[in-house]
């Protein structure tokens, strides 16, 4: 199994910053690709940024210029630079990982638990 541990996230004034970062730990082969989802109350859990093994990025439209998603494979670690945060970027952010694991060498997807992210005067 695969845990994911996030932090980092907290309450910040529009404009502000924020950086998450996100920790896989256990009987891990290899981390195919990392990223970041959010769910804001009443909405559909959608994707924000991922990256993969190569370093390969894809961003959600709305945070294209202002959110940057970066790993450490020796770390297993992802994280998340927030600059420019608006209102609507408040959401649970949640990590995502698909990890090969050691144990069968199949790969499986994994979630963190969430970390909230409040964008507020």
């Known amino acids: 199994q695969v845990q994911l541990v996030e932090s980092g996230g907290g309450l910040v004034q529009p404009g502000g910053s924020l950086r998450l970062s996100c920790a896989a730990s256990?009987?891990?082969?290899?981390?195919?690709?990392m990223g970041w989802y959010r769910q804001a109350p009443g909405k559909q859990r959608e994707l924000v940024a991922r990256?993969?093994?190569?370093?390969?990025?894809d961003y959600a439209d709305s945070v294209k210029g202002r959110f940057t998603i970066s790993r450490d494979n020796a770390k297993n670690t992802v994280y998340l630079q927030m600059n420019s945060l608006k209102p609507e970027d408040t959401a649970v952010y949640y990590c995502?990982?698909?990890?090969?694991?050691?144990?069968?060498?199949?790969?499986?997807?994994?979630w963190g638990q969430g970390t909230q992210v409040t964008v507020s005067s």
């Open positions: 990256i993969t093994g190569g370093g390969s990025t």
């Open positions: 256990g009987s891990i082969f290899s981390i195919n690709a």
């Open positions: 995502n990982a698909v990890a090969t694991l050691a144990t069968d060498l199949r790969a499986y997807e994994y």
